[in-house]
């Protein structure tokens, strides 16, 4: 079934001409992002390794991944805390492997590489759910592992930073460890 | 404090135990014996050595953590406790490696099951590997001993929920199961295995062959990088390390040297290999690295109607094995079925999707049961397998190749998973795949994982268990060392770790790392005395 997926994702965007960026890796992609300097941004005030635009891109995206567990009222308050459990993930990261999540970062935030690799040809914080579902989509069914990578590290760093915390758990039933004695 | 902390106590005791990231200085230090790794192989060779009466210098990258700091909490055991605070993956990105990183090593943090070496691995070994001296019987005394050093035994409670399900089903199916051993002193039956276990009775290193080494003279130094070897000729002439921050992340600058008159790697798979890469240390076959093994991990949900609680009860306790002989060593791919615990943000990056999906299937959580398939990879010439690599910093990072054969393995897994999964009353399962979703019936899942795409970001893999690199053979071409641990090109370099299988075990690997670094250590003391 991924199949007719990809084959209907590849026919929608086949006019992007993405084929050239089909060698390219994600370092390339980001030095390009990075060439007009958002790479190179120290992290945002009171973090340890996020910036103002990955904060940005990143309440575009979140309340996505988290609709449906977390009420509309609650999003806000949800995403503050959300944000510094992912900065802290990242901040034990290996400098590799944080790297290259900056490096994804960069990817989703350059105009250069945000509108033709994700749909979103405006500021994240215009995009609507429904532009960060094709987002999501697009990457998820891409026929570029580079896309599929980002994908899935998306959602890992999302979700275990979502459900590491204890304002998560009675959506999932989860009444927390046993107080020891 | 009501839980006592013996590693604190014994550290206010005297004990020589150097944070090195607190370091101001760069640092000289000797020893007779300087070991790499304070896991499994590391500790295990550790004791030992202190016991025989000589000079021990562990060195451990990760950071000391004991009972006090163990919260049962996932995002601070995970960035604590796991390499690249559970960012590891293969190269690809998609397998997610789940290995330890503290003093104590993955011990600190693994599920406690604790298998013997199965006869049929240590024959394969023999026989296709050029292993020798390491037959069933040699290894049984070896086995017996760290089982009652480490507590290891069938768990006598009653299964949790989770596990239960492998047991209702394989009875149900007329297939083979049984009681996992587990390494564990007065277990309280938490749950929280894979967090560090709060009260110390996980007989994990940490509450162990640490202790007892430093006890008798040892020395430990943690938050340092043993970076590479220097050489000369066939010898190692000392060791170089790099001071860590707290966070175990990056260098502070301080160097720390180290003589000894013997060294031993036991950084476990992808690290060990990795340092002997670093030093270009001689490798004339080109095996430093090589097949490495991960006992390759797939996924099935299963909702049930009945309450699950998958986050409490002692993680792994019951098995199946009816799948991993069933045609030889060598035939289609073999695999354990096993449970992993199910804390919410683990379940959540396992279950997939997001938006309504996820929160769907994260709503159920307590009537969710998991079921795992351990590939037992490296046995047949197609399996899939993995080589080290070191990336431009000089960090490890294991590029692991798919192959049909595998994929046929994995394949097989989610159909006898589901299988059993209804047999035992499930009312709906999920073979773990971007594609798949509940089903309510075994015709469905049946019909749903015969046309699964599988394909990597696909399937959802993992792997808890990382293995060689380093192979044991007594043949240079086959192996980096032979079958006494023993370099082969370095006359003063062991490895003792699990980089030193062939090929995967068939079974989690603590205790087969135990036994032999037992063994391996015995011998090296014998000819450390002559």
């Known amino acids: 079934m991924?199949?007719?997926?990809?084959?209907?994702?590849?026919?929608?965007?086949?006019?992007?001409?993405?084929?050239?960026?089909?060698?390219?890796?994600?370092?390339?992609?980001s030095l390009s992002a990075s060439l007009t300097g958002c790479s190179n941004d120290p992290a945002s005030n009171g973090f340890l390794v996020l910036r103002s635009d990955d904060i940005l891109c990143l309440s575009a995206i979140l309340p996505v991944l988290y609709s449906g567990a977390v009420a509309a009222e609650q999003m806000n308050s949800n995403l503050h805390s959300t944000l510094r459990a992912i900065d802290n993930s990242l901040a034990s990261f290996s400098p590799e492997m944080r790297k290259l999540t900056v490096q994804l970062f960069d990817v989703l935030n350059n105009p250069l590489t945000r509108g033709p690799l994700t749909g979103v040809w405006g500021a994240w914080s215009?995009?609507?759910?429904?532009?960060?579902?094709?987002?999501?989509?697009?990457?998820?069914?891409?026929?570029?592992?580079?896309?599929?990578?980002?994908?899935?590290?998306?959602?890992?760093?999302?979700?275990?930073?979502?459900?590491?915390?204890?304002?998560?758990?009675?959506?999932?039933?989860?009444?927390?460890?046993?107080?020891?004695? | 404090m009501p839980i006592a902390d013996p590693f604190l106590q014994g550290i206010a005791s005297g004990w020589q135990v150097q944070n090195a990231s607190l370091l101001e200085n760069d640092l000289q230090l000797e020893a007779d014996?300087?070991?790499?790794?304070?896991?499994?192989?590391?500790?295990?060779?550790?004791?030992?050595?202190?016991?025989?009466?000589?000079?021990?210098?562990?060195?451990?990258?990760?950071?000391?953590?004991?009972?006090?700091?163990?919260?049962?909490?996932?995002?601070?055991?995970?960035?604590?406790?796991y390499q690249e605070g559970m960012g590891r993956m293969s190269k690809d990105g998609a397998i997610t490696i789940m290995q330890?990183?503290?003093?104590?090593?993955?011990?600190?943090?693994?599920?406690?099951?604790?298998?013997?070496?199965?006869?049929?691995t240590l024959k394969h070994w023999a026989s296709e590997h050029a292993v020798s001296?390491?037959?069933?019987?040699?290894?049984?005394?070896?086995?017996?001993?760290?089982?009652?050093?480490?507590?290891?035994?069938?768990?006598?409670?009653?299964?949790?929920?989770?596990?239960?399900?492998?047991?209702?089903?394989?009875?149900?199916?007329?297939?083979?199961w049984a009681v996992i051993p587990r390494n564990v002193r007065g277990c309280m039956n938490l749950g929280y295995c894979g967090m560090g276990c709060p009260v110390n009775a996980k007989q994990s290193m940490l509450v162990t062959c640490i202790p007892a080494s430093l006890n008798n003279g040892g020395s430990l130094l943690y938050l340092a990088r043993a970076e590479r070897l220097q050489m000369t000729q066939n010898r190692v002439q000392h060791l170089e390390c790099q001071a860590l921050d707290a966070r175990g992340v990056e260098p502070t600058g301080r160097k720390i040297i180290i003589r000894a008159k013997h060294y031993i790697l036991a950084g476990g798979g992808i690290n060990t290999p990795a340092i002997l890469l670093r030093s270009q240390a001689?490798?004339?076959?080109?095996?430093?690295?090589?097949?490495?093994?991960?006992?390759?991990?797939?996924?099935?949900?299963?909702?049930?109607?009945?309450?699950?609680?998958?986050?409490?009860?002692?993680?792994?306790?019951?098995?199946?094995?009816?799948?991993?002989?069933?045609?030889?060593?060598?035939?289609?791919?073999?695999?354990?079925?096993?449970?992993p615990p199910l804390h919410p943000a683990f379940a959540a990056t396992i279950l997939g999707g997001y938006g309504e999906v996820n929160a769907e299937r994260m709503a159920q959580l307590p009537n969710t049961h998991m079921m795992i398939a351990l590939m037992r990879d490296g046995f047949h010439p197609d399996s899939a397998s993995g080589t080290v690599e070191l990336r431009s910093d000089g960090s490890p990072v294991l590029d692991y190749q798919m192959t049909p054969y595998t994929w046929n393995g994995i394949r097989r897994a989610y159909h006898n998973m589901?299988?059993?999964?209804?047999?035992?009353?499930?009312?709906?399962?999920?073979?773990?795949?971007?594609?798949?979703?509940?089903?309510?019936?075994?015709?469905?899942?049946?019909?749903?994982?015969?046309?699964?795409?599988?394909?990597?970001?696909?399937a959802r893999l993992g792997s808890a268990h990382v293995m060689g690199g380093c192979a044991i053979s007594d043949d240079a071409s086959q192996g980096v060392t032979n079958s006494l641990g023993m370099h082969h090109q370095l006359e003063n370099l062991s490895i003792h770790d699990g980089s030193l299988f062939p090929t995967s075990i068939g079974a989690n690997p603590q205790l087969s790392i135990y036994a032999l670094c037992a063994l391996l250590t015995e011998q090296l003391i014998k000819r450390l005395a002559a």
């Not at chain 1, 959602?155 to 590491?164: C, F, R, T």
């Not at chain 2, 507590?151 to 399900?165: K, L, Q």
């Not at chain 2, 073979?431 to 994982?449: M, Q």
Request: proline share 6%; aromatic share 10%.
């Open chain 1, 2 to 29: 991924s199949h007719v997926a990809q084959s209907t994702e590849f026919s929608r965007r086949s006019f992007l001409k993405l084929s050239a960026v089909s060698a390219a890796s994600l370092s390339v992609l």
């Open chain 2, 282 to 339: 001689p490798d004339p076959h080109k095996r430093c690295g090589k097949r490495t093994f991960l006992h390759l991990t797939n996924f099935s949900a299963a909702q049930f109607s009945e309450p699950v609680n998958p986050f409490y009860g002692a993680p792994q306790s019951i098995y199946s094995d009816h799948f991993q002989w069933l045609n030889g060593a060598k035939g289609p791919l073999g695999y354990k079925l096993e449970v």
């Open chain 2, 33 to 81: 014996v300087v070991i790499v790794g304070s896991g499994a192989g590391g500790a295990t060779s550790a004791e030992l050595l202190s016991a025989a009466g000589l000079r021990v210098l562990i060195v451990e990258e990760g950071p000391l953590r004991t009972s006090t700091d163990f919260k049962m909490q996932e995002p601070q055991a995970y960035a604590d406790l």
């Open chain 2, 133 to 176: 001296g390491l037959d069933k019987d040699t290894l049984q005394p070896w086995f017996e001993r760290m089982e009652q050093r480490l507590g290891v035994a069938p768990w006598s409670m009653p299964a949790n929920a989770n596990n239960e399900v492998i047991k209702r089903g394989c009875e149900a199916l007329d297939l083979s």
């Open chain 1, 126 to 181: 215009q995009a609507s759910s429904a532009d960060v579902q094709q987002f999501l989509k697009r990457w998820e069914n891409s026929r570029f592992d580079l896309l599929k990578m980002g994908h899935n590290a998306l959602l890992q760093l999302a979700m275990l930073a979502h459900y590491g915390q204890p304002s998560s758990w009675q959506h999932c039933g989860y009444p927390g460890p046993p107080v020891l004695q």
């Open chain 2, 418 to 458: 589901a299988e059993i999964q209804f047999a035992a009353g499930a009312e709906r399962v999920f073979p773990v795949h971007a594609d798949a979703d509940y089903v309510t019936s075994l015709n469905r899942a049946k019909s749903l994982i015969d046309n699964l795409d599988l394909s990597l970001y696909r």
């Open chain 2, 100 to 120: 330890g990183r503290a003093v104590g090593g993955t011990t600190l943090i693994n599920w406690t099951s604790s298998f013997r070496t199965p006869p049929e």
